[in-house]
């Protein structure tokens, strides 16, 4: 038996080509070995059957940005756990081919309160952390809101005005019924500079009790039909 040596080694010595470019061929999904794809060129191998695929070129894995439809029920930290092969969205149209390394330090930068549902953005891209952190209160978030309680005119215009969150002036809110179904009422809130908890202490004060929350849009990107529990890639031509 071939003494065990690292798969990134064996590639080398096949093509011929130097370590690092090896390296990049299997983290870009590019090698099989026996049949399956392996994308850790620290594997050990031995006298396995590696194949390269011949499209095959050295380039490094680029940073990419993930969309995921959060169900409810789960802290947006532990929400990167549902990143996961089996939870790609088959109507992913972004053309992006999946590798592991798509997957790994990828950073949440759009919290949501534990039992709302909707549009979560993980990146490893810093423009589009820098747009969603950094500049965080310039960027619109649309949410549906289901509550019980009055919604008279007046509530309406309360939740227009500039709320205070936290001790902090935020900007005002654009809120709307959407919908009316028996004693719950649907109110569409967009808003900058969204903070986890802030639509909660907005309907509180009036009397509202929020039974479900859901976001739908963030800047320019929308949920859609991403179905729950599901990801996307953020396509090429779209931005925050």
Known sequence: ????????????????????????????G??????TVIETPQTRVTDETIVIDPQARPQP????????????????????ELLTPANHWPGDTSGVRPLLRHRTRQTGVTPLEH??????????EWPVRRKLEQDAA??????????????TPQTL??????????GRAMLPAKVSISRQVG?????????KGCHPGQIRQMCAPLGLTIVAMRRIRIGRLALAGLPPGQ??????????
């Open 61 to 80: 894995v680029l940073p990419v940005t993930l969309l995921l439809h959060k169900p409810g029920g789960c802290d947006s930290d532990a929400a990167v």
């Open 30 to 35: 590019w090698v099989r070995v026996d049949g």
């Open 231 to 240: 990801w996307r890639y953020l396509g090429p031509f779209e931005r925050v």
């Open 138 to 151: 310039l960027v619109e978030h649309e949410v549906i809101v289901d509550v019980t309680g009055a919604v």
């Open 183 to 191: 004693d719950v009422t649907g109110l569409r809130f967009a808003l």
């Open 1 to 28: 038996m071939t003494e065990p040596v690292r798969l990134a080694r064996r590639v080398a010595e096949m093509l011929p080509c130097s370590r690092r470019e090896a390296e990049m061929l299997i983290e870009g």
């Open 115 to 124: 039992d709302a549902t909707g549009l979560l953005v993980f990146t490893q």
């Open 157 to 166: 215009h309360e939740l227009n005005r500039a709320p205070v969150v936290d």
